[in-house]
């Protein structure tokens, strides 16, 4: 089985001049898209990932979006020189987890295809920069509605 559900970021209130995108691919081969420079607002992500079944029967993320091992995936946001900004004093990342969605949201996710999964993240860090690094705290996923 390999299915795909959305996710839908909303990072809030980021640092402006500096611009933010989702990584695709790893290592030296990734390319950074739905790049955007937030201008005193809330950016927003929605992309789609994969789902597929495991080998111990147990549903998995994957694709090009998915990064990390099994029990530990996640999305990152590239920032400032990782988004291909070469002239940026910013050079970070900020990981979104994945491994805390459940199997049975999964499985809601799956039966319906009109909704998908949505999280609120803090876009400025300790140093009053771009946050990076895993989200902490993470306040999870919550299932919406497509519009």
């Keep these: ?15 402006g001049a500096v611009h933010y995108g ?6 030296s ?9 937030p201008v005193a607002e809330d950016l927003q992500f929605e992309f789609t990932i994969a789902v597929k079944t495991a080998k111990n029967g147990s ?6 979006i998915v990064q990390g091992a099994a029990g530990e995936r996640f999305v990152y946001i590239d920032i400032g020189t990782y988004a291909g900004e070469s002239n940026s004093v910013w050079g ?11 199997q ?5 996710l799956l039966a319906d295809d009109k909704i998908k999964l949505h999280t609120n993240v803090n876009g400025i860090g300790k140093d009053g920069g771009p946050n990076c690094g895993t989200v902490k705290p993470f306040e999870g996923w919550v299932i919406k509605k497509k519009l």
Aim: aromatic letters at 6%; a positive charge.
């Design 104 to 108: 049975d949201v999964l499985n809601k």
């Design 22 to 27: 989702i990584q695709k691919g790893s290592g």
């Design 1 to 15: 089985m390999n299915q795909e559900i959305t996710l839908h970021i909303t990072l809030q209130k980021p640092p």
């Design 59 to 64: 549903l998995d993320f994957s694709g090009p």
């Design 29 to 37: 081969k990734y390319e950074t898209i739905l790049i955007q420079q």
């Design 92 to 102: 970070r990342r900020l990981k979104i987890p994945l491994y805390t969605i459940s």
